[in-house]
């Protein structure tokens, strides 16, 4: 076995897959070797996430399970935990697994290769939690994103401190980097053939504070780079979303009409407690806005079900404000305290069966609310860029339209990365299905 092959598992959000990126471009460049199956790597680093509890179960239980075979195996596997828990946890990671041997977070990737070297020749424990934020942005070597979908990072951290939230505990202030280096990022993504680019970020509106430029200002810069790519976006903050953006949007042609914006709540106390800073109200008038502006936008929420103090009339709000928004697709979380958050001070006191009662009742009815929107694209054509095949039949190809419709065709894998145009004729919640009609 080659000594220095890893494999990085990743959980969570998109940015966690941004930053496994990151981490495999480092390591790749200072003599490590990425390998495409766990068994085969002598080094595994975990990307891991602390945003809900549920996700770090998993990830606990996966460390026990690795921890167990590295006993058995008795050949030196390197563990690794990176990312968020990594922060959170460091002391207690430590003395709870001692067969992990790297702690890393989000911080610290750029240390990544030491620690792993000193582990590798030494055994010994190697952490880097540090709030130094010395890099954090080497230029991604464009061949490290995969096929024609790349994710750039335009910023880190976040500032605003949502009640529930551990990101700005484990990921630190906000910090963007300069228009110019992203630019020159994308440039290259594009010119290495790169077509659907998603730009990230924990709250992407307040881009640019400390460097005196705006997230819109930015869109209308990357909108001047050659070639035929779409650009997203996420997630946008409600309180930060401005008609700015929108004008962006609108008249970027690169620019998807697309807007993942999380109402949370569609109770004004649950809000005020959440520490969100908007009220339904104003968060009606955004979107409002935002549809006046931008032709035939898309839109979607997470929801928290089940925050503390969460009284059915609260909940009959938040369904209220689903109906109202009418959105294309939501996530829907059930609260859990986060150590360390304000709201985890608060009592946790809606019983597990209400949440997830509650959890069923909103996903069932954002269900419905997909299906009928849906329902407007029956006998339109569509232009779809084409992703990959379909999961489920191998002999159709699945690709999204440019505000974010999923819809599955039958047609050739050779189409893969291409824009072709789909005519509709059926459509389910989740799925727009048709024919394409540009062979
Ligand atoms: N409990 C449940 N959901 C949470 N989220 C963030 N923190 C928590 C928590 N403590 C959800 C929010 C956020 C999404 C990424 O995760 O809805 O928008
Ligand atoms: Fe968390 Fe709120 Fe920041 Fe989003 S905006 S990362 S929910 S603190």
């Known amino acids: 076995m080659h000594k220095k092959t890893f494999f990085i598992k990743v959980w969570g959000c998109q940015m966690n897959l941004y930053d496994a990126d990151l981490i495999r471009d480092i390591l790749a460049s200072s003599g490590f070797m990425p390998v495409d199956n766990e068994e085969d790597a002598n080094i595994i680093l975990f990307q891991t996430c602390s945003v809900r509890e549920s996700a770090e179960r998993k990830i606990f239980n996966h460390i026990s399970l690795l921890s167990r075979r590295k006993r058995q195996l008795k050949n030196g596997l390197i563990i690794g935990i990176c990312g968020c828990m990594a922060q959170n946890y460091a002391s207690s990671l430590n003395k709870k697994y001692p067969d992990i041997d790297i702690i890393c977070g989000p911080n610290g990737y750029i240390d990544l290769p030491n620690l792993l070297e000193t582990a590798l020749s030494r055994g010994k424990f190697g952490v880097s939690t540090s709030e130094d934020k010395r890099v954090a942005y080497p230029v991604l070597n464009p061949s490290a994103i995969k096929g024609f979908q790349g994710y750039v990072a335009v910023m880190r951290g976040c500032d605003n401190f949502c009640s529930y939230c551990i990101v700005p505990h484990v990921r630190g202030r906000e910090k963007s980097r300069p228009p110019e280096e992203i630019y020159t990022e994308i440039k290259g993504l594009v010119d290495n053939g790169v077509k659907d680019i998603t730009l990230l970020g924990q709250n992407v509106n307040s881009y640019g504070k400390e460097l005196k430029t705006d997230f819109a200002s930015l869109l209308y810069l990357l909108n001047t780079i050659k ?129 997830e009662e509650r959890n069923r009742v909103l996903l069932a009815l954002q269900e419905a609310i997909s299906h009928d929107n849906n329902k407007t694209y029956l006998g339109k054509n569509l232009r779809i860029l084409v992703e990959d095949k379909s999961k489920r039949n191998p002999e159709r190809l699945f690709g999204r339209t440019e505000n974010f419709k999923r819809v599955v065709f039958a047609g050739d894998a050779s189409l893969i990365g291409r824009i072709v145009e789909v005519k509709i004729n059926r459509v389910t919640a989740l799925t727009l299905f048709g024919e394409q009609i540009n062979v």
Request: hydrophobic share 35%; aromatic share 10%; net charge negative.
């Open 227 to 355: 070639g035929d790519f779409r650009l997203r976006f996420l997630t946008s903050h409600p309180k930060d979303a401005e008609e700015k953006l929108f004008h962006a949007m609108a008249e970027c042609d690169k620019v998807c009409s697309y807007l993942h914006l999380p109402m949370q709540s569609g109770s004004n106390v649950i809000l005020e407690k959440m520490n969100r800073k908007y009220t339904r109200e104003k968060y009606f008038e955004t979107i409002d806005l935002a549809r006046r502006i931008v032709p035939d936008l898309t839109v979607s929420s997470d929801f928290i079900v089940g925050f503390p103090g969460e009284t059915n009339d609260d909940f009959e709000k938040t369904c209220d404000a689903m109906r109202r928004v009418c959105y294309d697709s939501s996530f829907v979380f059930k609260y859990s305290p986060r150590e360390g958050t304000d709201a985890a001070r608060l009592p946790d006191d809606v019983p597990k069966e209400v949440k």
